[in-house]
């Protein structure tokens, strides 16, 4: 069986503050071409996969959890941001495209530790 392709919808939003930002259905994109580019947009879907196993609404509100936890331990903004697990399961997994067809359910879930 082929797996399907995932539902998003690209929306070009050129005063925003980062490169893409997701919001299940929709992907932010800050400038057109990042349309086009495989593994931002991977990254974005791997947040859309973390937003729906979470019910959309509390993934928001543990992704502010957990920047405000890392900006307390840390007191840098960018460390505390890409410390966040949802963020670091993106990073590490945005350049493999197959990663959401054999990702667990819940897999951020493991990303809460730092991966050696
Ligand atoms: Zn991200």
Redesign the pocket.
Known sequence: MKPQKPFYVIVHVPFLQFAAV?LFPFILIKEKNFATNRYLIN??LI?FRQQIELLILPFYLLYGLFFLYNWLVYWDSQRAYYEIC??RE??QNEDNLNYLQTRPLWAWIKYLRKQP
Do not use: K, Q, S
Request: proline share 0%; hydrophobic share 40%.
């Open positions: 997701a990254h974005e947040h949802f963020e993106a990073y």
